[in-house]
């Protein structure tokens, strides 16, 4: 089992910036295609960013250019470091793994792992 666990969510104002982490920790093998989703209140999970275990990234077409995902194996951590924040930002931010593909996929349904969240809130 692998269990992942986000921290770094917290309140900022419009144009600032955080850095969230995901720490895994069971299957210490981190070596595989690790993602970041949102949830807004009643609204469907989304797709972020995602990293491959080659290191090639995928971005949401909203986030491109302000977000930044990247990993570490050696500390079994993700990151994704968010700077110019907006308030069209705030959501949960969830981490997940897919042990099964080498590519990236944005469907939240074909993750295998997933964290309990951390809140971001962007206010304006």
């Known amino acids: 089992q692998v269990q992942l666990v986000e921290s770094g969510g917290g309140l900022v104002q419009a144009g600032g910036s955080l850095r969230l982490s995901c720490a895994a920790s069971?299957?210490?093998?981190?070596?595989?295609?690790m993602g970041w989703f949102r949830q807004a209140p009643g609204k469907e999970r989304v797709f972020v960013a995602g990293?491959?275990?080659?290191?090639?990234?995928k971005y949401e077409d909203s986030v491109k250019g302000r977000f930044t995902i990247s990993r570490d194996n050696a500390k079994n951590t993700v990151y994704l470091q968010m700077n110019n924040l907006n308030p069209e930002d705030t959501a949960v931010y969830l981490c997940?793994?897919?042990?099964?593909?080498?590519?990236?996929?944005?469907?939240?349904?074909?993750?295998?792992?997933w964290g309990q969240g951390t809140q971001v809130t962007v206010s304006s």
């Open positions: 997940a793994g897919d042990p099964r593909r080498a590519y990236i996929t944005t469907y939240p349904t074909r993750y295998d792992y």
């Open positions: 990293i491959s275990s080659s290191n090639f990234t």
């Open positions: 069971g299957r210490t093998d981190m070596s595989y295609t």
